[in-house]
């Protein structure tokens, strides 16, 4: 029986995960529901050597937040998780629970994870309220023994508890610690924390302060010898944050520092990453960015010195890559125009022209190839040439024309008159359409 329990607990962590990696880490508001209902709730005797195993581990390591996550999905999926964790605080070490509020941090992670239990109705917002009372009375009474980990979940179980009033000296707290660099706060917690920062101010509304959490993030991510998988990924993040908060210009600030971590990692990844699915990306940001608006220090890795500076370091790479990257030269050129430097943008946009070229020399046939040819020849303002290029690609088969006409690299080609005859001849001559195979994301 106990072999058969542990087998399904088996299951059921390995279907939360799964979940959890669908969703964003940071906590949502505790409104949100899961349409989830085959989870069977489980009893806390069933988790005993599980919980024990990861309680020796948090006990080691108080910012495993890893392990304090995979807790917390445990104790979802019990009846009253509530209950669950007052009996597993029975039974863990009294230094981590009366010394380290570890009972107040297990009702933080269990109240703020949208896995299982949300989906069964149980009483989160219960949870969150005590585990915020508990953690005001530990913050208040402990001293040195707080830590930025408490912090993070007071202010989390405030914003989520609508307790607005505290939670700005909260979130404070949390910036003071995470820029604390002579602590010995892992240096991924301390992002994590500033990341959750940035999400609570802008739950609360005060889209400036969100954005400078985010700025700060930057600016420890650009400073710090992480992973390149880590860190692409991040700056990715941080690019969407942008977006949300409105800020294009931030935004664009994001991609040259992901474009240069994603060529760092390229040797781990299973294929040479491609850039050709982020450039209309790229086109559409140009418009809505004044050059004039970045910051001139030197020192921010969002301001238009490091980012001339890491398009710089890109282009020194063109050399070496293969014909599948040949849109990156023509992405960096882009970047350039972007951030006003029209030289710069002229130089690398006929690379790319030129590499598309040697590309096609692989695979002469090819409509697709002949199509990206047409669009790196009209952002170079290579206007006959690739007019050329897309004639070429429509009598190798190219067919789409509503892709063509709206197609943002082909601007320059749309007054023209050949460009306009072509498109009366797919109308005519070949109906229907092919559509372009969507090359790999940013990784």
């Known amino acids: 029986m106990r072999e058969s329990g542990i087998l399904k ?59 304090w996550r995979d807790m917390a999905q445990m104790f979802q999926m019990c009846p009253d998780p509530d209950e669950a964790i007052r009996a597993w605080a029975l039974i ?105 920062m940035s999400l609570a101010w802008k739950l609360l ?9 985010w700025r700060l993030l930057a600016g420890m991510m ?17 690019g969407g944050q942008f977006k949300d908060l409105n800020r294009p210009d931030l935004q664009l600030a994001t991609y040259p520092h992901a474009i240069e971590f994603a060529l760092d990692w390229r040797e781990q990844s299973r294929g040479d ?39 710089d370091r890109i282009e020194s790479q063109l050399p070496d890559l293969g014909p599948r990257d040949a849109g990156l030269a023509t992405l960096i050129g882009l970047v350039r125009r972007a951030l006003g430097d029209a030289e710069g943008a002229r130089r690398a946009l006929n690379i790319g022209a030129e590499m598309h070229e040697r590309r096609i020399e692989h695979r002469p046939d090819s409509a697709q190839l002949h199509y990206q040819l047409a669009c790196a020849r009209s952002l170079a303002g290579r206007v006959e040439e690739a007019i050329d290029a ?19 690299a082909l601007v320059a080609l749309r007054d023209e008159l050949r460009f306009v005859r072509l498109h009366e001849r797919i109308e005519t001559s070949r109906p229907g359409s092919q559509v372009l195979e969507h090359p790999v994301r940013l990784r």
């Open 9 to 67: 607990l088996a299951g059921l962590v390995g279907l939360g995960v799964f979940l959890w990696a669908l969703v964003t880490q940071a906590p949502e508001p505790l409104t949100a529901s899961r349409s989830i209902t085959h989870f069977r709730p489980i009893d806390v005797g069933e988790l005993a050597s599980s919980l024990d195993s990861h309680t020796r581990r948090i006990e080691a390591d108080i910012f495993d937040v890893a392990t």
């Open 92 to 196: 863990a070490p009294a230094s981590l629970i009366d010394e380290r509020a570890g009972a107040a941090l297990a009702r933080f992670f269990t109240s703020s994870m949208p896995i299982t239990g949300r989906a069964l109705g149980k009483p989160y917002h219960s949870i969150a309220l005590d585990a915020a009372d508990e953690l005001r009375s530990f913050i208040a009474e402990s001293g040195d023994k707080v830590t930025i980990l408490h912090w993070r979940a007071f202010a989390w179980m405030l914003v989520l508890t609508d307790q607005t009033d505290e939670a700005p000296h909260a979130l404070e707290m949390m910036r003071t610690l995470a820029m604390d660099a002579s602590s010995d706060v892992p240096f991924r917690m301390r992002t994590d924390v500033l990341r959750s």
């Open 205 to 213: 509304g005060d889209e400036e302060k969100s954005i400078a959490g």
């Open 222 to 238: 650009h400073s710090a010898n992480w992973e390149a998988p880590d860190l692409n990924i991040t700056w990715r993040a941080l």
């Open 273 to 311: 990453p491609e850039w050709w699915r982020i450039r209309e990306q790229i086109l559409n940001l140009a418009d809505r960015v004044d050059p004039d608006s970045l910051a001139t220090d030197a020192t921010d890795p969002l301001g238009r010195p490091q980012l001339l500076a890491a398009c």
């Open 390 to 408: 897309f004639e070429r690609a429509i009598e190798l088969g190219w067919s789409d024309a509503t892709r063509s006409r709206n197609d943002p």
